[in-house]
Each structure stands twice: as structure tokens, then as C-alpha cells.
């Protein structure tokens, strides 16, 4: 049996104010409008609340999978992060912005190495972003 949390439990019991107006009948632009309207309070498990919403009615919107990616990482669940950055992935395969994302994702959880490896991937694809050693 999985031990991992369920996330849509944990995010519905989290967000408030823009969550009284979900109703489960809204349209992917209205969830769009209430996910933006979250993020931009910074209200992230609001936010990532109805990305998933999004994506489950959308699986093949790639801003959606990134969208819900950011907002889980805000949210502190990371392996679901990832998670949807992968899936982002495999809808643009080998697409720059969604490596450094994951890169981004990789420095929060502390795996150094595998953010380097991303940042390089991503520069490498035409992202411009500077990576500084930090030996001597």
C-alpha cells in the first residue's frame, strides 16, 4: 500500500476563499480564472487544487501539466512536482523550459548535481541562463 499523500485530499482541506466558489461543474477556463486568481495571492494549494482539476479534463495541455507542477512545488509536494513536469515532458519531449523547471524542482529538493544537469540541458537548448561553479 502507498504511503504517499493524497494530494487532493490535502490541498481541498488547505484552500479557502476561492474554493467556495468550485462547484465541480465549472469549465477548464473557469478552473483557469480561480487557479490564476490563487496564484496570483500565492495561495499555491488553491492553486494546485485546480490545475489538477484542469489537467484531469485536459490531459494533453502542456501549460497545464507545468502550471500544476509549479503550483505543487510551491505547495511542498515535490515527487508530484516532478511528477507533472514529467508528464509535461512527455507531451514536448526534450523541451528546454520544462528542464529547467525541473532543474528549479531538483535545487529545492537539494539534488544539486541533477539541477546542474538540467540548467545544462536547458542552456544547451537555447534557455540563457548563467551556471557558476562554486569551487575555486
Known sequence: MSRSPNVGRALKKSI??????????ETPAQLRRYADQARAQQDWAGDAFFRRKICEMEPERLGAWV????????SGFHARAAEAYKRALALKPGDPEI???LGHLAKVRGDFAEAQRCFEEARAGGIPIGITSTSN
Request: no cysteine; net charge positive.
Open 67 to 74: 502550471q500544476y507542477g509549479h503550483a505543487l512545488k510551491e
Open 99 to 101: 528542464t529547467l523547471q
Open 16 to 25: 479557502t476563499g476561492i474554493a467556495a466558489q468550485f462547484n465541480g461543474r
